[in-house]
Nanobody, 129 residues
Framework: QLQLVESGGGLVQPGGSLRLSCTAS????????IGWFRQAPGKEREGLSC????????QYADSVKGRFTISRDNVKNTGYLQMNGLKPEDTAVYYC??????????????????????WGQGTQVTVSS
């Protein structure tokens, strides 16, 4: 059974940092593009960042560029999203997603959540003083 599990969410003050983890089980992430999305109450799920399976290319949404950093450790079968300079508007449920992409490219400037077939359950991030 393919499963992604996010962790690392929580409550943080404005300007603070969190690192989210996304650990895969039942499969290896070696040939998977990893994406991070978030969904705030009453809003659409938005793409934040993605990384190709080789880790050679990344994309970031304008809303997080310069503050968030995506990374991966294929040995640990885990992806990460380092979030710095958090703002109250970053409050949302954060999801990681992955799809097998050795022959295609889904890590593009426009994040298409429908191209990712494997999703985690989400982790809550709340930025508040």
């Amino acid at each position: 059974q393919l499963q992604l599990v996010e962790s690392g969410g929580g409550l943080v003050q404005p300007g603070g940092s969190l690192r989210l983890s996304c650990t895969a089980s039942g499969f290896t992430l070696d040939y998977y593009t990893i994406g991070w999305f978030r969904q705030a109450p009453g809003k659409e799920r938005e793409g934040l960042s993605c990384m190709t399976y080789l880790g050679s290319r990344t994309q970031y949404a304008d809303s997080v560029k310069g503050r968030f950093t995506i990374s991966r450790d294929n040995v640990k079968n885990t992806g990460y999203l380092q979030m710095n300079g958090l703002k109250p508007e970053d409050t949302a449920v954060y999801y990681c997603a992955a799809d097998w992409t050795p022959y295609s490219d889904i890590c593009t400037v426009v994040f298409v959540k429908g191209l990712y077939r494997n999703w985690g359950q989400g982790t809550q991030v709340t930025v508040s003083s």
